[in-house]
């Protein structure tokens, strides 16, 4: 029987070194240890292993999966392979653990975490290298160019529409604000905490009422004071919070928002708790991704007896398809992206649509606020407006940047807001 011997260019485009071998597995590896640390042997205050299966088997098992699949690629699938690999390490490093080793040091799975980020640059360089070795030079010159420009457009795409917005969601739901050491809320303030349904002290500022009524400001203990003192200034008790995963509270953090209508209905809660409370006096101003949130909770329940939205806009590629414009369709693939990221790091799904969910709020008032040229999707809140059924208002701010409209018309907003709680919250309500 006749034998054949495969080409020599074929054999060549699959050996690998063995310090590239070890190079790629040790990093791999490396990646995959922190994944472990953050999810299972080190989770957020309040959380336990149980509450990340998805987030943490998943990636590890694709991670440890590439690793033994790696020596079996051709070089220019190794070469990309390690490249993509060290951007997702990258951002998984820097995204959390150089996010709070910056804003305090290390700490716990943050060490991991610097491993995993310094594993990341070494399979980018490991990448860039072996494409480097394996371009080819003996075909036309012509062709060569060619092939190579539509190489590199095409992992530029795909680097931008993928492998970036993936990336970053991992960040998205691992970081958050700090402890939040100053309160600036026009009157003295209690130090409170309340549980949520699902387990999670949250830890806030209290400034007791003196109307009987109070609202929820939301969201965080940091850039929602400037709203509190005003609120505050016509007698209101305030309530601000750490969100869940942010600051001294418990929980994982969520850039989008997700699951904060849990912390809401908690908040409110503990209001009907207060003396100094009417339980049917209880109102929410959310901003941006706390609008999102207000409008949900007001949605699900009757807790809140009135709403503000400020700056309210999407929160997955549910509102990004609502958004006005043909451009949209040119930012869905990064959409579903990072929606398939957030939902896989956060182990839980996207929420509702919000065009789907306001007209639930009625008979509560809700009040929709947003800016000419906002952030997110802001430019829905007509359709949000249009579909929430009286009570409703709306307001359009045309020369505010994105939840400041406050700072841009201050007597206005004052007068609106305050105004608007007057009305839906009177006393003997």
């Given at each position: 029987?006749?034998?054949?011997?495969?080409?020599?260019?074929?054999?060549?485009?699959?050996?690998?070194?063995?310090?590239?071998?070890?190079?790629?597995?040790?990093?791999?590896?490396?990646?995959?240890?922190?994944?472990?640390?953050?999810?299972?042997?080190?989770?957020?205050?309040?959380?336990?292993?149980?509450?990340?299966?998805?987030?943490?088997?998943?990636?590890?098992?694709?991670?440890?999966?590439?690793?033994?699949?790696?020596?079996?690629?051709?070089?220019?699938?190794?070469?990309?392979?390690?490249?993509?690999?060290?951007?997702?390490?990258?951002?998984?490093?820097?995204?959390?653990?150089?996010?709070?080793?910056?804003?305090?040091?290390?700490?716990?799975?943050?060490?991991?975490?610097?491993?995993?980020?310094?594993?990341?640059?070494?399979?980018?360089?490991?990448?860039?290298?072996?494409?480097?070795?394996?371009?080819?030079?003996?075909?036309?010159?012509?062709?060569?160019?060619?092939?190579?420009?539509?190489?590199?457009v095409g992992a530029v795409l795909l680097m931008l529409v993928v492998v970036l917005p993936f990336s970053l969601t991992y960040a998205f739901t691992h970081s958050a604000r700090t402890k939040t050491t100053v309160g600036k809320l026009g009157a003295p303030y209690e130090s409170v905490a309340f549980t949520t349904s699902d387990g999670l002290r949250l830890e806030g500022w209290y400034v007791p009422s003196k109307?009987g009524a109070a609202v929820v400001v939301f969201p965080g203990k940091k850039g929602t004071q400037q709203h509190a003192r005003m609120l505050v200034r016509h007698g209101y008790g305030v309530l601000v919070f750490d969100r869940r995963g942010e600051g001294a509270s418990e929980g994982d953090p969520n850039a989008f928002g997700w699951a904060f209508n849990r912390d809401l209905k908690a908040s409110a809660a503990?209001?009907?708790?207060?003396?100094?409370?009417?339980?049917?006096?209880?109102?929410?101003?959310?901003?941006?991704?706390?609008?999102?949130?207000?409008?949900?909770?007001?949605?699900?329940?009757?807790?809140?007896?009135?709403?503000?939205?400020?700056?309210?806009?999407?929160?997955?590629?549910?509102?990004?398809?609502?958004?006005?414009?043909?451009?949209?369709?040119?930012?869905?693939?990064?959409?579903?992206?990072?929606?398939?990221?957030?939902?896989?790091?956060?182990?839980?799904?996207?929420?509702?649509?919000?065009?789907?969910?306001?007209?639930?709020?009625?008979?509560?008032?809700?009040?929709?606020?947003?800016?000419?040229?906002?952030?997110?999707?802001?430019?829905?809140?007509?359709?949000?407006?249009?579909?929430?059924?009286?009570?409703?208002?709306?307001?359009?701010?045309?020369?505010?940047?994105?939840?400041?409209?406050?700072?841009?018309?201050?007597?206005?907003?004052?007068?609106?807001?305050?105004?608007?709680?007057?009305?839906?919250?009177?006393?003997?309500?």
């Amino acid at each position: 029987m006749t034998s054949f011997a495969a080409p020599a260019a074929s054999v060549r485009s699959r050996e690998i070194s063995r310090n590239e071998l070890f190079l790629a597995a040790g990093a791999i590896g490396l990646i995959a240890i922190h994944v472990l640390d953050d999810n299972f042997f080190q989770p957020q205050p309040g959380t336990s292993a149980g509450d990340h299966l998805i987030s943490g088997l998943v990636p590890t098992v694709v991670l440890l999966g590439v690793a033994a699949l790696y020596p079996k690629l051709r070089v220019g699938g190794r070469g990309a392979t390690a490249l993509l690999l060290g951007v997702l390490g990258i951002a998984i490093g820097a995204g959390e653990a150089g996010y709070y080793t910056l804003r305090g040091g290390p700490s716990s799975d943050d060490y991991t975490g610097l491993i995993a980020l310094v594993a990341g640059f070494i399979l980018v360089g490991l990448g860039a290298v072996v494409l480097w070795k394996s371009r080819r030079r003996d075909d036309a010159l012509l062709w060569r160019y060619s092939r190579r420009l539509m190489l590199t457009v095409g992992a530029v795409l795909l680097m931008l529409v993928v492998v970036l917005p993936f990336s970053l969601t991992y960040a998205f739901t691992h970081s958050a604000r700090t402890k939040t050491t100053v309160g600036k809320l026009g009157a003295p303030y209690e130090s409170v905490a309340f549980t949520t349904s699902d387990g999670l002290r949250l830890e806030g500022w209290y400034v007791p009422s003196k109307n009987g009524a109070a609202v929820v400001v939301f969201p965080g203990k940091k850039g929602t004071q400037q709203h509190a003192r005003m609120l505050v200034r016509h007698g209101y008790g305030v309530l601000v919070f750490d969100r869940r995963g942010e600051g001294a509270s418990e929980g994982d953090p969520n850039a989008f928002g997700w699951a904060f209508n849990r912390d809401l209905k908690a908040s409110a809660a503990f209001l009907q708790t207060r003396p100094d409370v009417d339980r049917d006096r209880i109102g929410g101003i959310g901003l941006s991704v706390g609008g999102e949130m207000l409008l949900q909770t007001a949605a699900e329940s009757k807790l809140f007896k009135a709403v503000v939205s400020d700056g309210a806009g999407s929160r997955s590629y549910r509102e990004d398809l609502d958004q006005p414009g043909s451009g949209k369709w040119l930012q869905l693939p990064s959409s579903l992206v990072i929606t398939a990221g957030t939902a896989l790091f956060s182990n839980q799904g996207p929420p509702p649509n919000l065009k789907s969910l306001v007209p639930r709020i009625a008979p509560t008032p809700v009040f929709f606020i947003y800016v000419a040229h906002g952030a997110g999707g802001e430019g829905n809140n007509p359709l949000y407006y249009a579909a929430a059924s009286e009570p409703k208002q709306i307001w359009r701010i045309p020369d505010a940047s994105h939840t400041h409209g406050l700072s841009r018309h201050s007597k206005e907003y004052e007068r609106r807001v305050v105004g608007f709680f007057d009305e839906m919250l009177p006393k003997g309500a």
